[in-house]
């Protein structure tokens, strides 16, 4: 059974451009959320979504950011116009019915 | 107040001995309990969870829950050298659009040293 699968895992972009984090929960589980790791700082929650419905947005930045997750196909994290301060590991973990969170191995974003 | 608290340590034990990690929350709402482990440029790793005061137990691990007291600690026992990692603990409030969302503390560095 595979589990919460990301990509990439690495990904670099130079400042103004947008990046794209792509998050396939495990199977059976319909719950996804999106997390941010700073450098020497803690997990941050970002965006709670089910299926083609944000349940709960209110650690996403109100510019710039934004997430979906479509009936087919993964949960997208999209972030416009990178700056150098969004550098981080982004988390996505996923959970059958808002239970217990597993969390994928991470897409680590370097801004140039 | 931070709404969860941890000390950062880092926490040195040798071998085989006991390690207790400590975490106290600000919410009297939380409802469930989690703690991770995470490895040096590695994601979070699932290893306990409790929403009953009292004492959980699995394997090497041990999670203790007082809500009255607002804390939650994780005892390892035996602690072996691959122990050695960070370890978060998580809170999540019930009801309303908080539900699911985990917040976690800063984490405590956990050394075990042969």
């Known amino acids: 059974n595979a589990g919460v699968m990301q990509n990439p895992r690495h990904l670099v972009r130079r400042r103004g451009q947008e990046a794209r984090l792509r998050c396939s929960p495990m199977?059976?589980?319909?719950?996804v959320y999106w997390y941010r790791q700073l450098p020497e700082e803690g997990l941050k929650f970002m965006v709670y979504?089910?299926?083609?419905?944000?349940?709960?947005e209110s650690g996403m930045p109100k510019e710039r950011f934004s997430a979906e997750f479509p009936k087919e196909g993964p949960s997208i994290l999209r972030i416009q116009q990178v700056v150098r301060g969004d550098s981080a590991a982004y988390f996505c973990?996923?959970?059958?019915?808002?239970?217990?969170?597993?969390f994928g191995p991470g897409t680590r974003l370097t801004v140039t | 107040q931070k709404e969860v608290e941890q000390n950062s340590g880092p926490l040195s034990v040798p071998e085989g001995a006991i390690a207790s990690l400590n975490c106290t929350y600000s919410?009297?709402?939380?409802?469930?309990f989690f703690w991770y482990r995470q490895y040096s440029g590695k994601s979070p790793e699932l290893i306990m969870f409790i929403y009953s005061n009292g004492d959980k137990e699995d394997g090497r691990f041990t999670a203790q829950l007082n809500k009255a007291s607002q804390y939650v600690s994780l005892l390892i026992r035996d602690s072996q050298p691959s122990d050695s990692a960070t370890y978060l603990c998580?809170?999540?409030?019930?009801?309303?659009?908080?539900?699911?969302?985990?917040?976690f503390g800063q984490g405590t560095i956990l050394t075990v040293h042969p």
């Open positions: 919410d009297r709402g939380s409802q469930s």
């Open positions: 973990a996923s959970s059958p019915r808002g239970s217990v969170q597993y």
């Open positions: 998580a809170v999540r409030n019930a009801g309303g659009t908080s539900y699911g969302k985990l917040t």
């Open positions: 199977k059976g589980h319909s719950h």
């Open positions: 979504l089910q299926k083609e419905n944000i349940i709960d």
